[in-house]
């Protein structure tokens, strides 16, 4: 009996030896992360764990650690690296935060140069940007283009081009245009009243001082010639002009309307006009004519209305630049229908108006230097057509001497 009270003492002394030998064991582990908890890098830019500490009483113990991961760097979010070590039965957790951003603006390059230099009344074409990302990769669809040319004032304008990924880095870039004037020769007529000039004279010798109007304007320098320029005259037909200027610059042309525009243009269609009109409506049309410059649109009671010399440089100015991107647009009004601007082979684009004593003919010659003719006059049915080519005859003469 002895004996066995000693064995069994002798169990029990060898069993707290092991809790505390586990014990021991337990408190000595020390297992931490190496660097920080929390990182912040740039998409696709590569990681370097800079892993942990893992002893037992100073014994290197890692490979009793397992690492696990959903870290992607070449796509954006928010991320962990868990290390888990298992030893005698308890387990350890360590966790890294790896926060992947894009914070790079995208490139943003012009198509084209950046200043451009164009003369008054010349086209401007817009050529755009592209955009490359380093994260959303070709953006060119989401550039935002701002500003506006007015090919028809001199001036410098800016175009800005601007660009904002997925992650809202902004970036922007600028295209410079510069409106030129060209030179003009020194006009010595250019009040339009000096009886040396040709033009003066010829109407100053037939008796037509109160009964014509005239005006010149070159597309490309600005210059220009008038006489009686702002006297009010029935405008007849010329608002066909108008009609046409509406449609195309709003985008209402269909293929059900373009027929009507173009017998109102290259005939004179009266029909068509009346079409036209109520199908954009009268006050429409006046507002329209009336803000481009125009201020006698449509004054009067009736579908035609009054006009001014200048009225029809207003009208004339806006079709060259419209007829520019519509070739339709152009034909319409390149026609020999009522056609007395037109000289040897140069081509007219042109709209003549006639009602009792009135008749007009106004027009762009699309010469080298492209111009516009504007002649309203009181003279129908007394040799009108001749007067009037006459007159073209003058100011061609007039404007080959000056370009």
Avoid: C
Avoid at 2 to 25: M, P, Q, Y
Avoid at 65 to 80: A, D, E, M, Q
Avoid at 208 to 214: E, L, R, V
């Amino acid at each position: 009996m002895k004996r066995l009270w000693h064995f069994t003492l002798l169990l029990s002394v060898v069993g707290i030896l092991s809790l505390v030998a586990v014990a021991v064991i337990n408190t000595n582990i020390i297992f931490s992360l190496k660097g920080d908890n929390y990182y912040v890098i740039p998409v696709n830019e590569s990681f370097e764990d800079p892993l942990f500490t893992s002893l037992l009483f100073k014994k290197n113990i890692s490979n009793r650690v397992k690492i696990t991961s959903t870290l992607n760097t070449s796509k954006i979010g928010v991320y962990y690296i868990n290390y888990d070590l298992n030893y005698l039965g308890k387990n350890y957790n360590l966790k890294r935060k790896i926060e992947v951003i894009d914070n790079t603006k995208p490139d943003i390059k012009l198509n084209g140069d950046n200043e451009i230099s164009l003369f008054i009344n010349d086209l401007y074409i817009e050529q755009g940007a592209t955009s490359f990302d380093n994260y959303d990769g070709d953006i060119t669809s989401n550039i935002v283009i701002s500003g506006n040319v007015n090919t028809s004032e001199e001036g410098t304008y800016e175009i800005i081009y601007s660009i904002k990924d997925s992650s809202g880095n902004f970036n922007s870039i600028t295209r410079k245009v510069n409106v030129l004037r060209k030179k003009a020769l020194n006009d010595t007529t250019n009040n339009g009243y000096n009886v040396n000039n040709p033009i003066i004279k010829y109407i100053m010798e037939n008796n037509y001082k109160d009964k014509i109007s005239i005006g010149y304007y070159n597309l490309v320098t600005g210059d220009s010639f008038y006489y009686q320029e702002n006297k009010i005259y029935y405008g007849a037909s010329l608002i066909k002009t108008l009609d046409a200027l509406y449609l195309y610059d709003n985008n209402l042309v269909t293929d059900e309307i373009k027929p009507y525009v173009e017998k109102a243009i290259s005939i004179s269609d009266n029909d068509s006009h009346y079409f036209l009109i109520n199908y954009i409506g009268r006050n429409n049309l006046k507002n329209y004519g009336i803000n481009l410059g125009a201020y006698n649109t449509l004054s009067g009671g009736d579908s035609y209305g009054n006009t001014t010399v200048m009225d029809q440089i207003v009208y004339l100015k806006k079709l060259y630049i419209l007829s520019k991107n519509n070739n339709d647009l152009k034909s319409y009004f390149i026609n020999d229908y009522g056609n007395y601007l037109k000289i040897n082979d140069v081509s007219v684009m042109h709209k003549y108006g006639y009602y009792g004593s009135f008749y007009h003919d106004v027009g762009i010659f699309l010469d080298k230097d492209p111009y516009i003719i504007v002649i309203l006059t009181t003279l129908a049915n007394n040799n009108e057509r001749a007067i009037i080519n006459n007159i073209s005859n003058l100011i061609y003469d007039y404007h080959n001497k000056r370009s």
